[in-house]
């Protein structure tokens, strides 16, 4: 666990100019504090402990601003900036090197119990602020999704997609387009 502890510290460290030193990001950064959480809670939900993996993230929710369900799957290095208002959904699969911004849903559309009803978000992805991503889809590989997008289907690996609903744009120099 402190591996853990170390790595993502040092994760949130290289991410955020903000941050001062590796002492200042272990107490002050509620990233750090739900990624451990759910790490915690995600092991009591796969021995079956549901009740005991909800109150876990229950409680990281009241003390960081972040929702991530005990059922979703994070890969390493997460980095959740800000964090006040994420949702993670239950069924989400999240990569590794994903860089969410504050307000964020990973967030499902109905369906079965039993399905997959959330996002996948692959590796090196940067969701930015307020962005709602519904549903069973998939985030390619280094994809961006833009600040207060609505994503509703597939974004395929290294594609920028911004609107409501959110579509493709292309990059033209310092400019994009839809």
């Given at each position: 666990m402190f591996r853990l502890i170390k790595?993502?510290?040092r994760n949130i460290l290289e991410k955020d100019p903000a941050a001062q030193g590796l002492v200042e990001v272990l107490?002050?950064?509620p990233s750090l504090r739900a990624v451990i959480y759910h790490r915690v809670a995600h092991k009591q939900y796969k021995k079956g402990r549901?009740?005991?993996a909800r109150l876990?993230?229950?409680r990281a929710r009241k003390v960081t601003g972040i929702e991530i369900h005990p059922g979703a799957i994070l890969g390493e290095n997460l980095f959740i900036d800000h964090g006040m208002g994420v949702v993670i959904g239950e069924t989400a699969e999240v990569g590794n090197n994903v860089t969410i911004f504050h307000g964020v849903t990973l967030g499902g559309i109905g369906g079965n119990p039993d399905e997959k009803r959330h996002p996948t978000v692959e590796d090196n992805v940067i969701i930015g602020t307020g962005a709602k991503v519904l549903g069973p889809?998939?985030?390619g590989k280094g994809a961006k999704i833009g600040a207060n997008?609505?994503?509703?289907k597939d974004v395929r690996p290294h594609t920028t997609v911004v609107g409501i609903?959110?579509?493709e744009v292309e990059n033209k120099?310092?400019?994009y387009s839809v």
């Open positions: 790595r993502e510290a107490f002050c950064y549901i009740l005991l876990i993230s229950q889809i998939t985030i997008a609505v994503v509703l609903p959110a579509k120099g310092n400019s």
